[in-house]
């Protein structure tokens, strides 16, 4: 049986006997641990060589010799004459020095792990009998990407130092859309607070019961917990030291407030990061075919809040045949909009389509024109979440065979 253990070799001296290849790659790790590496070979490989140069290592241009583990907590022993190996390891047994034979796994009285970092976690995995580096990696890799798709349990039970907070984009709604790195920090969580917007039904049911969540969604015209309320919960968990998600529909930094989070936090002293989502200004009117740059068609992209009144920009843009407009938050503002565009003499043919519930089971893509959108919108009972493009885009032959004569087209 092997036992595995979690040693740490930072400023301890580690003896590498040998300066081939593979002693190069065991080199990078004790580096990186912070270890005092010296290395005894004839002549080195140019990799080893290289690391020898660019970490001012210590290296005895000879072969081994047993003064050499006077002070040495671990060998690592590559010669490549399996003679001299066994001698050393016989030698390190006598000294109590834990020994790694790269040579020959059954030898020596340590392994090394195929191992990765994930967040704040080293996942490590070793033979229990002999060596099999390949077997130990696939199972490395398995078991790590579990875990950076937030599958296995992540969250600390005991919490020291300060917390922090992560303001994250769950993009366009289904759960399987969010970033890896998104998933992994969900699943490190003490505490999230979301939106109404994006996947956070579907992740809160796999949460821990002991996570806590916090709903604070807003709805057109109803903010039952103001921005301000919003700063301060975050700012308040994360000095108790909790680790807390911000989760967002879309992007945090697109119209979703992110940047007065981040403010907050970094005001407070609070660490914060932000993870990008997948914005629906791009995502939902793909969900219906409808690409907001296509070439030949539209060069650049115009993207608004709806809930304020339309801006010189805003209209200048839609002016524009080579521009796409995009209204997020914008069916209650939709007819101030076409008024506005009819006013400032924007064709009544320039194409616009509506989608609503994008990227999930309820999507409805509407295809209309400026003339005809107040009329279609009151016909479907056009509703929020909905994302509304206004361009030549919005055609609807411009990438799926036109449907059938009809002004509303559910798809």
Do not use: Y
């Amino acid at each position: 049986m092997t036992l595995m253990l979690g040693v740490s070799l930072a400023g301890r001296e580690v003896l590498a006997v040998g300066g081939g290849a593979v002693s190069a790659r065991r080199l990078r790790r004790f580096i990186d641990e912070g270890a005092i590496v010296r290395v005894v070979a004839p002549e080195l490989h140019p990799d080893t060589a290289g690391l020898v140069r660019t970490h001012a290592l210590s290296w005895q241009a000879r072969r081994f010799r047993a003064a050499d583990l006077a002070g040495v907590w671990m060998a690592h022993v590559a010669t490549g004459d399996a003679k001299v190996d066994r001698r050393i390891v016989v030698l390190c047994e006598r000294r109590r020095v834990l020994c790694v034979a790269a040579g020959d796994g059954s030898q020596g009285s340590a392994r090394m792990t195929a191992q990765t970092v994930v967040g704040d976690v080293t996942l490590g995995v070793v033979s229990t009998h002999g060596a099999d580096p390949r077997r130990t990696m696939a199972i490395r890799d398995a078991i790590g990407d579990l875990v950076a798709n937030g599958r296995l349990p992540l969250r600390r039970n005991r919490r020291g130092g300060p917390g922090r907070v992560d303001l994250i984009g769950g993009g366009p709604g289904p759960a399987d859309l969010m970033t890896v790195r998104a998933r992994r920090l969900i699943a490190e969580a003490d505490v999230i607070v979301t939106d109404r917007l994006g996947p956070a039904q579907e992740i809160v049911r796999e949460l821990d019961p002991a996570v806590q969540v916090i709903d604070v969604g807003k709805r057109p015209g109803a903010h039952p917990v103001p921005q301000e309320q919003i700063n301060s919960i975050l700012v308040e968990h994360a000095l108790e030291g909790r680790r807390v998600v911000r989760l967002k529909g879309g992007d945090p930094f697109v119209f979703g407030r992110g940047g007065e989070e981040m403010q907050a936090c970094l005001a407070a002293g609070v660490p914060v990061e932000v993870t990008p989502g997948v914005s629906s200004a791009i995502a939902v009117p793909q969900a219906a075919g409808i690409p907001v740059t296509h070439r030949g068609t539209a060069a650049a992209v115009h993207v608004v809040n709806g809930q304020g009144g339309p801006e010189p920009s805003t209209l200048a843009a839609m002016a524009d045949p080579t521009v796409t407009t995009i209204v997020l938050m914008g069916v209650a503002a939709l007819p101030r909009l076409v008024a506005a565009a009819v006013r400032s003499g924007i064709p009544g043919e320039r194409p616009m389509a509506f989608v609503e519930n994008g990227h999930s089971a309820l999507q409805r893509t509407t295809r209309t024109t400026l003339a005809d959108a107040l009329a279609d919108a009151a016909e479907i009972g056009l509703s929020n979440p909905a994302v509304i493009v206004i361009g030549e885009v919005a055609r609807a032959d411009l990438l799926l065979p036109a449907p059938a004569p009809q002004r509303v087209a559910l798809a």
